[in-house]
Structure formats: structure tokens, C-alpha cells
């Protein structure tokens, strides 16, 4: 027998537990930990995943709402040039509103001082958005009003893009 065998093998079975079960803790337990962050990583990364996708979702159904209100046309780079009825004039501000609302629920649900990669890349989708509507004259002029009583430090993140977007010169 060789003598690591033979050492081994003169062990009580006591001592072969207890070295097992100091195995176990350096190796097994590091292990365990790390597994345990990286599948709390994983399913975080998930979650934010799905927050992006049942957002993107609504903005899609926003998107669908517009498109059946074709006749306010706010689709059309810039504002509306056609004069608009009352009853159009109410529509798009409903509309509005619904979207100052996705853009709010994307900003506490995505937005962080601190973003990782990952979530930086999310919130610059939702940034994009924002920063296309404010580019309307019409949807800016009707911010003040749809912004009352939302987030504090969301009015004040979408009040900068507007004043970005309204302190550039129009394109034609």
C-alpha cells in the first residue's frame, strides 16, 4: 500500500468526516457563495430586462393610440401645422399625458444616478424617446401642465431635455 494509503486508511472514520467536512468548507463554501452571486446577478439582470421590455411594450401601444389618431399628425417631425378642432386638441393632449406617464414610469423604474453598462444602454433607448418629443413645440408647451404633480426629480430631468431640444435650431 502506498502511504498516503496507509494514512488514510489508519484514520477513524471520525477523522475521515472531519477531514471531509473541512473540504467541504474551503472548497464548497467559496464555491456555493460564488454561484449564489453570480445567479443574483443573473436574475437582477433579468428583471431589468423584462421592466425594459413591458415598458417598451406600453410605448409600442402608445405608439398604436397615435396611429389611430392619425389626424392629429404626431408623427410629423415638428409640430402640427394644420389647425387643430377642440375635440383634436383634447385627444392630443390625452395622448400627451399618456406619454409624460410611460416616460415617467421608465424614468423610476430605469433610471440611476449610477448606471451599470447594461442599464446605461436601456435608459439612453428611453432618453431617445424623450428627447423626440421634446423636440415638438407643441408637446414642450404642453409639459408644463402634464407635469404637474409628477416626480420632482423627473420634471426636472425632462424640463432640461426640453430646454436642450428647444434651444436648437429647428430643421426643415
Not at 423627473?154 to 431635455?161: G, K, P, Q, S, V
Amino acid at each position: 500500500m502506498a502511504p498516503a494509503m496507509i494514512g488514510l486508511a489508519a484514520w477513524s472514520l471520525l477523522e475521515q468526516f472531519e477531514f471531509l467536512s473541512y473540504l467541504v468548507t474551503v472548497v464548497g463554501l467559496p464555491f456555493a457563495i460564488l454561484v449564489f452571486i453570480f445567479e443574483q446577478r443573473r436574475e437582477r439582470q433579468n428583471e431589468e430586462e423584462e421592466i425594459f421590455q413591458r415598458l417598451a411594450d406600453e410605448y409600442t401601444d402608445f405608439l398604436k393610440l397615435v396611429l389611430n389618431n392619425a389626424d392629429l399628425q404626431l408623427l410629423r417631425r415638428g409640430s402640427s401645422e394644420v389647425e387643430l378642432t377642440e375635440e383634436q386638441r383634447e385627444r392630443k393632449l390625452a395622448l400627451f399625458s399618456i406619454l409624460v406617464s410611460i416616460f415617467e414610469r421608465a424614468y423610476m423604474l430605469v433610471y440611476e444616478d449610477t448606471m451599470s453598462r447594461q442599464t446605461r444602454r436601456l435608459w439612453q433607448s428611453w432618453e431617445d424617446y424623450m428627447s423626440e418629443w421634446c423636440r415638438r413645440a407643441d408637446f414642450r408647451e404642453a409639459l408644463a401642465r402634464l407635469l404637474e404633480g409628477e416626480d420632482e426629480d423627473f420634471r426636472r430631468y425632462i424640463a432640461r431635455l426640453a430646454s436642450i431640444e428647444a434651444a436648437k435650431p429647428t430643421a426643415h
